[in-house]
């Protein structure tokens, strides 16, 4: 098929068998399981994980692609074509009782964040997730405190998930060869689901920390946070956000939310 990627859905086509093997490898894949694919464009990766003998799901937007998998894979009788955007997909209307999703894909990188906060936003239905992304990306979601890539994307992806860098993939694996590179990451959302309530309360916190990185916790919070807060909760005040790890973030978050009930 001759297909023109398509820049607004963000299509860069993974074409390196080599790297595609090494995806499937890492990813421990097991005959039954139930697979969702995002954004599987030509089926470079599609194909290979039919072969293992899994249930496979996918969820591509773009029409002329569905068309071209319906044809493609019309004898598999292991695969589910979902013709849907991934950012508004239900996710957890493909479980069934008593199991859990793996997901991976080559995802767009002009959406990756909000796709992954709306696939944490459905964690209870997903055991892990193997995605493709800028390395950037990658770089920040897997950050320690301290780093200059630390940041709200670390922070809140690290709330929702265990974040593991697997391998870097160069830009000549793709069709076309996208400017940046890229890079694997594994997600393993915990075991407990984070508290909706407390999420929103930490996301609007670390936003305001970080939206202007050079200032110190007392200046960067000072209209949510009183700076005799940061020593009851064990902070110092004159650190700079980046220094926090998750948990220093989530008693601040819990006071912050303290207080507002207290006001309420």
């Known amino acids: 098929m001759a297909h023109q990627a398509r820049k607004r859905f963000g299509q860069n086509f993974l074409k390196n068998p080599v790297v595609i093997s090494q995806i499937l490898a890492c990813a421990q894949i097991q005959s039954g399981q139930h ?6 464009g030509l089926g470079a990766l599609t194909g290979p994980l039919l072969k293992t003998g899994v249930q496979l799901e996918v969820v591509e937007l773009d029409r002329d692609l569905v068309t071209y998998l319906h044809d493609k894979f019309s004898r598999s009788i292991n695969l589910t074509i979902h013709s849907a955007d991934a950012l508004e997909f239900a996710f957890t209307a493909l479980v069934q009782p008593g199991e859990k999703l793996r997901v991976i894909g080559n995802l767009p990188y002009n959406i990756s964040t909000p796709l992954l906060f709306h696939l944490l ?11 493709m992304l800028q390395k950037e ?25 265990t974040a593991e860098w697997v391998f870097d993939v160069p830009p000549e694996s793709f069709e076309p060869a996208p400017k940046v590179m890229s890079a694997i990451v594994r997600l393993i959302p915990h075991p407990t689901i984070p508290d909706h309530h407390q999420a929103a309360a930490l996301s609007q916190l670390v936003t305001q920390a970080f939206s202007q990185r050079r200032k110190t916790l007392r200046n960067a919070l000072s209209k949510m946070i009183p700076e005799d807060a940061f020593p009851a909760c064990g902070i110092d005040p004159g650190l700079r956000p980046e220094m926090l790890d998750l948990e220093a973030f989530l008693r601040l978050t819990r006071y912050f939310v303290n207080q507002k009930e207290t006001m309420c």
């Open 121 to 131: 936003s459905q964690a209870p239905a997903i055991a892990d997730m193997h995605f």
């Open 35 to 40: 697979w969702v694919e995002i954004g599987p």
């Open 137 to 161: 990306v990658v770089d920040r979601i897997c950050a320690a405190p301290g780093s200059k890539t630390y940041g709200r994307l670390s922070i809140m992806m690290q709330y929702y998930c």
